[in-house]
């Protein structure tokens, strides 16, 4: 039996709101993969206008500087 089977035989136990439950999920499952299916065939050009700015809210910050340790010094 394969997978669909097996999940087509537990769908058809679920009640009515279970069997809304699980299309509600997979609604959002098939969304997220259609997405990344997108982006994955997108040309890097129309991606990066898509993505820039996306930080502007959390930009990235460098943190200070630590001392440097002292060495011995070169002979």
Same mark, same amino acid.
């Given at each position: #039996?394969?997978?669909?089977? %097996? *999940? ?5 136990? =679920?009640? =009515?709101? !279970?069997?809304?439950?699980?299309? %509600?999920?997979?609604? *959002?499952? #098939?969304?997220?993969? =259609? %997405?990344?299916? *997108? $982006?994955?065939?997108? &040309?890097?050009? %129309? $991606?990066? !206008?898509?993505? *820039?700015?996306? =930080?502007?809210?959390? &930009?990235?910050?460098? &943190? ?5 340790? !002292? ?5």
């Amino acid at each position: #039996m394969t997978t669909y089977e %097996e *999940a087509v035989n537990v769908a058809d136990r =679920l009640t =009515l709101a !279970e069997k809304a439950r699980l299309i %509600e999920h997979l609604s *959002a499952a #098939m969304q997220n993969d =259609l %997405e990344a299916e *997108a $982006f994955i065939r997108m &040309p890097w050009e %129309e $991606f990066i !206008e898509r993505t *820039a700015g996306s =930080l502007a809210d959390n &930009p990235i910050e460098r &943190p200070l500087q630590l001392p440097l340790e !002292e060495r011995e010094p070169l002979e």
